[in-house]
């Protein structure tokens, strides 16, 4: 049970964009994921028949070497990618099957990003950073700023808002990311070496922020993470070895 109300409730109730579906039980479910990249005439395997489901509100963990297809995997999980073969439901939706636009429309409403190098808009102002999922929602100017001031008080930048990326230390830059990743409310959110450019104290800031995520909000998070400090927040880590998934630690 979640230890205090959703404060991204209103956004759930609001949002016309919602073609979630209520699930019970695993809310990831891949089944048979092939993958490969052509070099040239040249084929590599990247993901080999991996099959495994993430409960919903789990907090997993994703380690193996360097190359050995973490970011396929999770790009194929965010629907940035599309596997050769095999399939992927998500909250009950087989996005294997949707078309490019159809999927853009269900990356935006279910998926939140978190990236190693935060991949904010230099441009536009921490408030206008998260501010820019809610822009393909029907969200009214006045719901969107709650909702995006809420998001950035979990956060602890409120007082930051009008700051620009450029602006801010790495660690407040995640924030901003986590913040924009959350706002929607999506379904997943999933996070590529969230930790691997930030020092000691930063990392361990953004990794208590993901644990609030699962535990206040009943987010479900697959991490991709090289760091054993990082994976140990996690519920469950899965390593990856030359595109096998395997050694499921709880
Ligand atoms: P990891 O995140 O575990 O380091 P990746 O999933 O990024 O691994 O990459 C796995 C393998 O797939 C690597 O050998 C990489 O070179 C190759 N690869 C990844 N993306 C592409 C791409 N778009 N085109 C060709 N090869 C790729
Ligand atoms: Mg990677």
Known sequence: MPESPNPFRLITEDRKLSNKMETKGPIVVTRNLNKSYRRGNQVIPVLNDI????????????????????STLLNLIAGIDKPDSGTIRIGGIDISSLGEIELAHWRAANVGFIFQFYNLIPVLTAFENVELPLLLTSLSRKERREHVETALEMVNLADRMDHYPGQLSGGQQQRVAIARAVVPDPTIVVADEPTGDLDKVSAKEILELMERLVHQLGKTIIMVTHDPRAAEKAHMVRHLEKGVLNNVHS
Do not use: Q, R
Not at 51 to 70: H, N, R, V, W
């Open 51 to 70: 099959t495994f489901d993430i409960d919903e509100g789990e907090f997993l963990a994703l380690m193996g070497p360097s190359g050995s297809g973490k």
